[in-house]
């Protein structure tokens, strides 16, 4: 399983090594404590929503978007298969790991490099391999070393990737991982999963469970130069960050009374993002501009959603 690995690191590290870095995110953004940032009112009026859904797809989920627009996700078509997708220049292109009986694109880089997971049906649900899809279309492994199962989530500008490793179980066995370069990193945090980071790796954005709360939950956390935070967005029963913009603002999904909310926490506190009309939203992936992608639900369907900020 290193093997593969290495050889996708290498063919990535060797595509980006003429783009340069988005810059680090300023200290005001990245010390942000999300444990004393308040709750906005400002909500989806804050954004400019267009509906993303791949033709005709029983759903449509966005799960990342890199600085030139270019966006990633997953859909499901009609006879029920999930299946990742490119949209560029408003043209969709589907993206299946070649022999696998389903797929999902969950990040994209500054060139047009994919990562996502897939799944073969002859194994346990609970499996998902990783995938690295070059700028030219070839499928290369990306799994993380003695673990069966890995899920990238997030492609950074240097070519690390981050998400999460598990065995047999989407919980005891989950932690939170990055692939880089420099190797394979880890954290304790209980089911947890990297979601996103700034390109210099100093805030990291992410979910875990957390046991010793009843009933358990999933919480959202930040680790600042190693330090981790965990949080819940006020008034939330559950929260998640799912990506951190070069700036160090994170875009997450929180659960209140009402039902499920996207929010992007900035140094002005949490903003929550609705799509107007939905019964749901849950904003997953952001980049240097701002955007925000997504689902959301309306008349009982999932469509995905880019947001950008305006009147």
């Known amino acids: 399983m290193a093997r593969p690995l290495l050889a996708a690191t290498a063919i990535l590290l060797a595509a980006c090594e003429s783009m340069p870095l988005d810059p680090p995110a300023p200290p005001s953004a990245r010390r942000v404590d999300p444990a004393a940032a308040t709750l906005l009112s400002a909500g989806g009026r804050a954004f400019t929503f267009t509906t993303i859904e791949v033709p005709g797809a029983r759903a449509t989920t966005a ?24 949209l560029q220049g408003g043209v969709f292109t589907t993206i299946d790991q070649p022999g696998a009986d389903g797929s999902q694109a969950r990040g994209i880089g500054p060139n047009g490099e994919i ?11 609970v499996n998902a391999h990783g995938f690295l899809r070059t700028p030219d279309g070839e499928f290369l492994a990306a799994d993380y070393p003695g673990h069966i199962n890995t899920i990238p989530q997030r492609l950074l500008p240097d ?3 981050l998400g999460c490793r598990h065995d047999t179980d989407l919980m005891a066995s989950m932690r939170g991982i990055a692939l880089s370069r ?3 990193s880890e954290i304790d945090a209980f089911a947890s ?17 957390n046991m010793t709360v009843t009933p358990t939950r999933t919480e959202g956390y930040i680790i600042d130069d ?13 929260t998640a960050a799912w990506d951190v913009s070069p700036s160090g603002d994170v875009v997450g999904v929180y659960r209140d009374g009402t039902g499920f909310h996207g929010f992007l926490l900035s140094a002005e506190g949490y903003l929550p993002i609705d799509v107007p009309g939905a019964t749901a939203t849950r904003a997953f ?21 880019v947001g950008r900020r305006g009147p």
């Open 193 to 209: 999963m990297h979601n996103g980071a700034t390109p210099d790796l100093r805030r990291i954005a992410g979910l875990y469970t």
């Open 285 to 305: 992936g952001t980049n240097a501009r701002g955007d925000v992608v997504g689902a959301y639900v309306a008349g009982g369907r999932t469509f995905g959603f």
């Open 115 to 125: 990562v996502g997971i897939y799944s073969n049906d002859e194994e346990p649900a």
């Open 63 to 86: 799960w990342g978007i890199n600085a030139r627009g270019d966006i990633v996700g997953s859909y499901v078509d009609a006879n029920g298969a999930s299946h990742g997708f490119l």
């Open 226 to 238: 190693g330090v981790f935070t965990a949080f819940l967005v006020p008034g939330s029963s559950m």
């Open 182 to 184: 420099h190797g394979a």
């Open 159 to 161: 070519g690390t990737i």
